[in-house]
């Protein structure tokens, strides 16, 4: 066995105490720091949110405290984002088959188009109501099949069926909004992971759009075939209008629109709590079942925090490219002399993290654990079709992007 092989295993023993709170570890942090491709103070484009005061559209900035100091931040991907990047990066993997973890999977078709979700990408994850809305090749409802009861009937007394269907969920939390129930669903996130841009300076651009035939006419009539210029001054009494400009055409002056920022750093936090894990139980598991499911479960978020961050550049979304310029993987261990302790943890590569997840793997299957090889394969009810078959049709004209 290799040196980098003994040093995974080593990680995982203590990985296997850490998540039942039996050492003095308390949690795994990851700390990194990005620059912008274009190089530090390069205008970079956080997600534009809906400002309360204004009604318009901003940034989302807040006062934080950064290395004892209070500086304002601007968000640049927030914890749900992070995560969904995660069990993007997992999913990916699994269609690989470099690693498989159950998932859920609801497949069909639309306009000759392949629709595919999992519970890795579904917005609640595997207690969304595209499977509330899903049923099995027999026809049954999938709340009313075998999986769909498991995971509707357990608690925070026994989450096997999690475990066995949907492990994933125990790492990024899960939250049944969508059953009517007096008791829901709730499974805190183990995993967290934020991105900041530090003392952003928030710049502006002129947005307007130039039209190289400067096509004539202000208004035109708009109807479910398409549009058509209005004759003469007016158009009929009763027909619906737009603007040249929101139907893709025409001029549109330049006007002040939202420019980016320029931050002084961009940080990536991220954190595995021990603590969440410990709170996990199976039932009437021994105390080797749980130890391992633990682990596992552990194993699993920081397979999918390398996968999606190991990598030396990074895309958040359009004008947001990111290098990566340093980065500690660390235990988190008790504190002493008023300072929690940290100290390397030796997995900062895919290669790393797949390995300790298939240590963590084995070691589970070893205690008791049995997963199915094939996903939880499903499709959509009638109703559920329909509506996938009507967001695939395409009537009319819509209206222009970004005007």
Known sequence: MTTEGLEVRDVY??????????????AIRVSAEYEPIGGPGDTLFPPTVKIKDT???????????VGGEKVEVVWLDQPQS??????????????RGSAYLPHLLMATESAGVPVRTTNLNAPHRSRDAYFRDSEDCAGVAFDKTEPGRALREAS????SAYLRLVPSDLAYGVWDSHRKRRIQVKIPRAYKSAMIGVAPLIGVRGAGRVDPLNLAGDTVQVSGSGWTPVEGTKAPKGTKTARMSEVGHGMIPPSEGLGGVSVRSVQREASLAMAQLATLRFGDAGEEFTAAARALVAAIALLGDRLAFAAPALRLRSGCDLVLVSERVQWVRRGANGRPEAEALAVNTVQEALDLFEIASDRARAAGLDWSAEPVALKPN???QQ????SFLSDGVGEAEGE
Do not use: F
């Open 55 to 65: 009604d318009g559209a901003g940034y989302l900035v807040e006062p934080r405290y």
């Open 156 to 159: 925070a007394e026994d989450w």
């Open 82 to 95: 992070q995560a969904n990047r995660c069990e993007q990066a997992l999913m990916d993997a699994i269609r």
């Open 387 to 390: 509506a996938i078959d009507k």
């Open 13 to 26: 023993e203590r990985l296997l105490a850490a998540a039942s709170l039996r050492s003095t570890d308390g």
């Open 382 to 384: 009638a109703s559920l």
